[in-house]
């Protein structure tokens, strides 16, 4: 009976007539460089530009690329003031405007839905929307001690810049050592651990078999930074070539910035691509786009294992769709860390371990690896492929800070019954509880969450600790003593009371 639903529900879309402002991704595509010498590898720049020209021929329409109105850039690691003129000035789009981002996991989703949503009122007829990063060169680079090729043009103007600034941490978190992904991820793990009540084994075992499912992804994916099949226990078992970075997450559970890749996606409007002969196997249409935001903060949220904003952004998406979640065919929920996979599933309503469906269109980022920012825009071209394999529906999840910025976007095979939607969750958000800081706090607090992080070599360093205090603030500290840290390491001790000094030094 679903199936037939869905089938007159098809018919029914595929009857109505198609309104030529309809936005629809007609190109995609991505490119990865693996060169070994980075004197001669190409530059971002460079990577961007085949991207584009790949996007166009992806559609049927090589010249397709020269007659877009805008080129779209998501922000990097780079210095150009405006990528997206050189950019367009190489492919022979002289006339289109160029927008920058920031730096965000999610600046590629919210940039097509703002995209798509000027092609729906008329404001645009075609765009395209590219990133690229070259850090797997820059490391090699400096590793070699030799200098790369440059082509950073100093003398553009800067480009119009699109979404505000990401604000992660505070002065205070960020004195306290919360100073990157990599070491606040791994506390929100701890505390999904305490929540569920598992046991430090039981918990690795659930964690590893999840990843091992976004790996097995990867291993078929040719764009993919890491290819190698690893089970559950390869993954988070410490080994000489997986050793322990910040507990309990080893390098096989990090995000993977080390790549050289950028992606492109060609949108325009339904009736340009009716007029260029653009396929119509070739079309996937942006249905929903919805942004929310948590507190950049962490300290001022209510649980470092929940979401506000990915619970209204997501379920908005959902909603609005007008598909069940459990109807959707195909999923990508942004995967820097299992801590990001298991929270966007907590909120949605959706068991990720039990869900039989692909998690990822591409492996993730510690596995597929990700150009930074542009991550979600290798993922959108892949999950456009799966799409035009397996025709459908697809739901799209972006985080960017830390776990503070999210962006959901519903893709189909079909067109929309009413129109694109673009929809601000930000009022969904605005009125949750939050908690109130007191950074001068010293005494006796409760651990709220936790990571060991380690020595290159593998060995426990130092942890960060975040606490409850007894007037319900969070509050942040760390320690080097071996003692503790052998202890955090062998025990959930969420829950378990800690002693936090004026200058942040916690003692069990």
């Known amino acids: 009976m679903l199936q037939e639903a869905r089938s007159q529900d098809t018919r029914s879309r595929e009857a109505r007539p198609l309104d030529p402002r309809t936005p629809v991704i007609v190109g995609v595509a991505q490119v990865t460089d693996r060169a070994g010498d980075p004197t001669v590898a190409r530059t971002a720049v460079e990577l961007m530009v085949d991207a584009c020209r790949s996007a166009a021929v992806d559609a049927g329409h090589p010249g397709a690329a020269a007659g877009v109105d805008v080129v779209a850039v998501v922000g990097g690691l780079w210095s150009h003031p405006d990528p997206g003129r050189q950019v367009a000035a190489t492919l022979g789009a002289d006339d289109a ?47 070699l001690g030799v200098e790369v090729r440059r082509d950073v043009d100093p003398t553009l103007p800067p480009a119009e810049h699109f979404g505000g600034p990401l604000v992660m941490a505070t002065p205070h978190e960020e004195s306290r050592g919360l100073v990157e992904p990599g070491g606040f991820y791994p506390i929100v793990e701890t505390a999904i651990r305490h929540a569920r009540g598992e046991t430090v084994e039981d918990h690795r075992r659930r964690v590893g078999e999840l990843w091992s499912r976004f790996n097995a992804v990867a291993v078929d994916n040719p764009h993919a930074a890491v290819r190698t099949p690893m089970d559950g226990n390869a993954i988070t078992v410490p080994s000489a070539d997986n050793r322990m970075v910040a507990a309990p997450y080893t390098k096989a559970m990090m995000a993977n910035n080390s790549v050289d890749q950028a992606g492109a996606t060609l949108l325009m409007s339904a009736g340009r691509a009716t007029a260029l002969g653009v396929p119509r196997d070739r079309w996937v249409f942006p249905w929903v786009g919805t942004t929310a935001d948590d507190p950049p903060s962490p300290s001022v949220r209510m649980h470092l294992h929940r979401s506000p904003g990915v619970r209204a952004a997501g379920r908005r998406a959902v909603e609005a769709s007008g598909v069940g979640l459990d109807d959707v065919d195909h999923l990508d929920l942004y995967a820097c860390f299992p801590s990001s996979v298991q929270v966007c599933g907590t909120e949605l309503g959706l068991d990720v371990d039990a869900e039989t469906r692909p998690l990822t269109a591409n492996g993730g980022l510690t596995f597929a690896g990700g150009p930074h920012s542009n991550s979600v825009g290798q993922s959108l071209a892949a999950l456009v492929g799966r799409l035009r394999e397996q025709p459908g529906t697809a739901l799209l999840y972006a985080n960017g800070g830390y776990l503070g910025k999210h962006a959901f976007g519903v893709y189909s095979t079909e067109p929309p019954a009413d129109g694109y939607r673009s929809i601000d969750c930000g009022a969904d958000v605005a009125s949750e509880p939050v908690r109130t800081p007191d950074p001068d706090f010293a005494g006796t607090a409760t651990v709220d969450g936790y990571t060991v992080r380690h020595d290159r070599d593998g060995r426990p360093a130092d942890a960060l600790v975040a606490a409850l205090s007894p007037g319900g603030a969070r509050v942040w500290g760390g320690t080097d003593d071996r003692a503790t840290l052998d202890a955090l390491l062998a025990d959930d001790l969420v829950g378990r009371p800690c002693e936090l000094d004026p200058d942040g030094l916690v003692a069990l």
Do not use: N, Y
């Open 97 to 143: 405007a160029t927008l920058v981002t920031g730096l965000s996991g999610t600046s590629p989703q919210r940039l097509l839905d703002h995209l798509s949503a000027r092609i729906a009122t008329g404001d645009l007829d075609a765009a395209l929307m590219v990133g690229g990063e070259v850090f797997r060169t820059r490391r090699r680079a400096r590793r």
